[in-house]
């Protein structure tokens, strides 16, 4: 599966993003979809993740901000982001594995291309 991420920018602190990836391939609603993110000088961490049949899971800083969905029909999984914060600045990543659920970077099997967010002050 090929991966390619969108929606990216800068944006105010308290603002809202809605960051997209679009997968290629027949086998997409096979996959567990999933965000990792990779702030300048910190290694990449687990923001969401969204099983084949919708179960959701998110790290402790993004609870109850964001909110992953999946379209199988249409091959997306997206991210909607609210009360953005500048600890939320990052390089985002969309990834992809057959296995539910993964946290570790290193154990995921297919990565997108990044998409910057930038949060102001």
């Known amino acids: 599966v090929q991966l390619q991420a969108s929606g990216g920018g800068l944006v105010q602190a308290g603002s809202s993003l809605r960051l997209s990836c679009a997968a290629s391939?027949?086998?997409?609603?096979?996959?567990?979809m999933y965000w990792f993110r990779q702030a300048p000088g910190k290694e990449r961490e687990f923001v969401a993740g969204i099983s084949r049949r919708g179960t959701t899971y998110y790290a402790d800083a993004v609870k109850g901000r964001f909110t992953i969905s999946r379209d199988n029909a249409k091959n997306t999984v997206n991210v909607q982001m609210n009360s953005l914060k500048p600890e939320d600045t990052a390089v985002y990543y969309c990834?992809?594995?057959?296995?539910?659920?993964?946290?570790?970077?290193?154990?995921?099997?297919?990565w997108g291309q990044g998409t910057l967010v930038t949060v102001s002050s």
């Open positions: 391939g027949r086998t997409f609603s096979s996959y567990a």
């Open positions: 990834a992809a594995d057959p296995v539910w659920l993964i946290i570790v970077p290193t154990e995921i099997n297919h």
